[in-house]
């Protein structure tokens, strides 16, 4: 690995399972809300997956890495995950598949975007 750390986990789930859930000890009910199939909500994917690859690089930092991670990364997205308006609302104490339909949408007028991988559109 050229310059690359090596990772202490080998995915996401081995970190949730192995440190988060340990970290983020809260009762759950009211005011927190978990999933225990945490794997199956986008957003959950999403966020913990950038939770651990934040601390897969901060954690190399001895003096202020994991000050950095709590602030910047843990905290935020956890709160998100664990609100009860959050991705797992409707899993309370178990995976629900309550259909929560995504945020609507609406088709952007023609020309509005550019394709911003086109090297030659990048900067106008």
Partial sequence: MDGEQELFYPHVAAFVEDRLV??????LGQQFVWCPEWYRHAEALSRLDSIWRAWEHLR????????????DHADPHMMALLDPDGPFAACRGQ????PIP????EEPPAGLFFDQR????RGI
């Fill in 118 to 121: 086109q090297p030659n559109l």
């Fill in 95 to 98: 995976h629900s598949d309550y």
């Fill in 22 to 27: 340990y970290l983020y000890c809260r009762r």
């Fill in 102 to 105: 995504p945020l609507p949408v």
């Fill in 60 to 71: 190399l930092d001895p003096a202020t890495g994991m000050s950095v991670w709590w602030r």
